[in-house]
Structure formats: structure tokens, C-alpha cells
């Protein structure tokens, strides 16, 4: 099978399995998710193919909604490939990418180095960012009913990792948890000067957002 086909069939499989996922994990992120990878392997040098499915397959499966397995994705991902007579080399490279790409890195150890996925990471990242990570932030938020913002449990008040963890974090400290810290931890200079982009972006909506909070002035 050539690269058009198999790419195009993993596009109709992938919304096929997300065709329920809920709204940060939709088809439409993996959408622009491959869709930033090509803008950033533009500038590299790199495997497209192996780049397009991994950013096509790396969401395949969450285990936050497969009770905590890791496996679920990569398995999924492995079955499809296997299906599709795709090169042993290339499902193990893709496989590798999904293993990897989590920020937390998941159960696996960090022992995979590759462009391709410094590339699709890169680009999961920065739909964790600028005015699409604000919607999928509060998105989330919503969804576990958190708040939005509390001065109690603001993030610049030192709690204790205990007192922090029974407190239900509002959504606005996941800014400061995860979404601040992201604009360093990305490894491609077009990924980075994005990143800058739209880290920007999000303080200034940040400080309008306790400007707001405070009362019209
Ligand atoms: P990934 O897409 O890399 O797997 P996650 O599953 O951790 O990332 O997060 C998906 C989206 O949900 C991201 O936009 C992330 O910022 C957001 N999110 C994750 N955890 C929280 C949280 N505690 N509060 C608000 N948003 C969150
Ligand atoms: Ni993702």
C-alpha cells in the first residue's frame, strides 16, 4: 500500500474510534495536533509518514479513560498497523512515539529519542497552549466540575502537597502546574518559537482574568 493510503485509512479509523471522545481528546484535536506536526517537520528533517501516524495514533486509547492501562493505546494502534501490512519498522517507531509522547511519561521510562517524536510531542504540547489550551483547560475543569479560579487555593498561596491534594485544585492553577511549564520543555526551535507564541497569549489572559476578578474598575 503507498504512504496516501495508509495515512488516509488511519484518518477514517481514528474518527471512527474518537467519534465519542469527549471534547479535549476529540477527533479535533487530533486534527490540529497533525496538523502543527507538519508545520514543524517542515523545518526538520525527518520520516513524514512516520510522523502523520504517530500523530494521528498517539491518542488512540487514553488510559485516563481505560481505568489507568497504558497499554490500551499502543495495542490499538499496533493491531490497526498490523492490519494494514504497514513495515514492522515503522509500527515499532510509531508505537515507541505513542509510548513516549505523555508529559508525564506514563509507566514507561524515558529511553526513546527519535525527531519524529520530538516532533509529534511538540505538537501535542501546543495544543495544551494558547487560546485552544485555555477552551480544553476549562473544558476539563468543567467536566470534573472544578472551579474556576479560588483565592483560597490560589497557586501562589504555599499550601502543603497534602493540603493541595485534598483541595480540589481549580482550573486556574493548571496553568501554573503544567501549562506555564511547557513552553521550556519543547524541543524543536519552530515548536519553541510557537510555544513563546502562545504562552504569551495565556498570561495576558491570565492577567485580565484577576483584573476581572478583582471588580470593574
Ligand atoms: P495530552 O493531550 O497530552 O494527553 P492531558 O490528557 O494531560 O494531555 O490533557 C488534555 C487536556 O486537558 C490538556 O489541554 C490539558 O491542559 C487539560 N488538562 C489536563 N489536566 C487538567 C487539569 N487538572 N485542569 C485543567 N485542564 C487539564
Ligand atoms: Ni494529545
Keep these: 500500500m503507498n504512504n496516501t493510503d495508509i495515512i488516509s485509512k488511519t484518518i477514517t479509523f481514528v474518527k471512527e474510534k474518537l467519534k465519542n471522545a469527549e471534547g479535549g481528546h476529540d477527533w479535533f484535536h487530533i486534527e490540529r495536533v497533525y496538523k502543527n506536526a507538519l508545520s514543524i517537520a517542515k523545518d526538520e528533517v525527518c520520516n513524514e509518514t512516520i510522523v502523520k501516524l504517530a500523530a494521528l495514533l498517539h491518542d488512540i486509547a487514553d488510559s485516563k479513560f481505560n481505568n489507568g492501562d ?103 492553577n493548571h496553568f501554573y502546574e503544567k501549562l506555564f511549564l511547557l513552553k521550556d520543555k519543547m524541543n524543536t526551535p519552530t515548536g519553541k518559537q510557537i510555544a513563546l507564541e502562545r504562552h504569551r497569549f495565556m498570561e495576558t489572559f491570565i492577567a485580565q482574568f484577576y483584573a476581572e476578578w478583582d471588580g470593574a474598575k
Design 70 to 172: 497504558e497499554g490500551v493505546g499502543p495495542e490499538t494502534a499496533r493491531a490497526f498497523l498490523e492490519s494494514e501490512e504497514v513495515d514492522e519498522a515503522i509500527i515499532e517507531h510509531v508505537i515507541k512515539i505513542i509510548e513516549n509522547i505523555s508529559f508525564k511519561g506514563g509507566n514507561f521510562k524515558k529511553d526513546f529519542l527519535s525527531i519524529e517524536l520530538e516532533i509529534v510531542q511538540d505538537a501535542d504540547r501546543l495544543d495544551a497552549l494558547g487560546a485552544i489550551g485555555i477552551a480544553r483547560a476549562f473544558n476539563y475543569g468543567g467536566f470534573k466540575n472544578r472551579a474556576l479560579y479560588d483565592p483560597k487555593i490560589a497557586p501562589n498561596l504555599k499550601m502543603t502537597k497534602e493540603e493541595y491534594k485534598n483541595s480540589e485544585a481549580p482550573t486556574l
